[in-house]
């Protein structure tokens, strides 16, 4: 079990990204490795929604062709979070969108199913994701930057409205948690940004109201 450790920002545009592309760099540190991604998640939960309720979350990601399914739960606020995460063929992921969760044997999902208390999970939440990814490297650490054009929507309703925003996220990767501070700092005051403690689940949640006690 991982420890995922990050910072959130909620921009208004993308053009905090073209900022912080045309300077090329964050408290003095190299922007580096540039990579593009299209995620596209959908998230489970129990009707009543007791993963969300608990601090919890379980995700199924794809990924240029290749599946992940993701259990995380709280640790420490919004920052700290564990993780378990697993990759599973495509098979094992059909059969999650369907619903059928208890056929695919996983760590991620039994520890998801504790939460739950053997209730039913179904998808509740679908978050696509326009990833463009930067890495910062230093002495003290590696920190993964992202800029995120998210749209969220609930599953197998195509005439739901989708909801569509824009968000920083910072991850570390490597190093202590001080870089991350330092680095989130930074960005704070070079955007006049507010970091965000909601996760995309949370978020995505509360936009949508999919629970009735979300908000």
Same mark, same amino acid.
């Given at each position: 079990?991982?420890? /995922? &450790?990050?910072?959130? !920002? =909620? ?5 905090? !990204? ?7 760099? *964050?408290?003095?540190?190299a922007l580096v490795d540039k990579q593009?991604? @299209?995620?596209?998640? +959908? ?8 993963? !969300?309720?608990?601090?919890?979350? @379980?995700?199924?990601?794809?990924? #240029?062709?290749?599946?992940? *399914? +993701?259990?995380?739960?709280? *640790? ?18 059909? /059969? ?10 996983? %760590?991620? &999902? ?7 208390? +053997? ?7 679908? *978050? ?25 929507? $609930?599953?197998?309703?195509? =005439? ?6 824009? /968000?920083? %996220?910072?991850?570390? $990767?490597? #190093? %202590?948690?001080?870089?991350?501070? /330092? ?9 006049? @940004? ?10 995505g949640v509360r936009i949508l109201n999919?629970?009735? $006690?979300?908000?």
């Amino acid at each position: 079990m991982a420890l /995922e &450790i990050e910072t959130k !920002f =909620q921009v208004k545009s993308p053009e905090i !990204f073209d900022k912080i592309r045309a300077e090329k760099q *964050v408290a003095s540190y190299a922007l580096v490795d540039k990579q593009v991604i @299209l995620q596209c998640d +959908t998230y489970f939960d129990s009707p009543g929604g007791l993963l !969300f309720h608990r601090g919890a979350s @379980l995700r199924l990601r794809e990924k #240029g062709g290749e599946y992940l *399914v +993701t259990f995380k739960s709280q *640790v420490k606020g919004n920052q700290v979070r564990t993780e378990i995460e697993m990759p599973i063929t495509t098979s094992q992921a059909q /059969e999650l969108l369907r619903g059928d969760l208890m056929s695919v044997c996983c %760590e991620a &999902i039994q520890a998801a199913m504790s939460y739950v208390e +053997t209730k039913a999970m179904v998808p509740v939440l679908s *978050v696509e994701n326009n990833r463009e990814a930067w890495f910062i490297n230093s002495e003290a650490g590696r920190v993964k930057i992202c800029f995120d054009d998210v749209q969220y929507t $609930k599953p197998d309703c195509s =005439q739901c409205q989708y909801v569509k925003e824009y /968000e920083l %996220e910072l991850e570390l $990767k490597e #190093g %202590e948690d001080t870089f991350l501070q /330092e680095l989130t700092h930074a960005l704070s005051q070079q955007c006049d @940004l507010v970091p965000n403690l909601q996760s995309k689940y949370e978020r995505g949640v509360r936009i949508l109201n999919v629970f009735s $006690k979300a908000n």
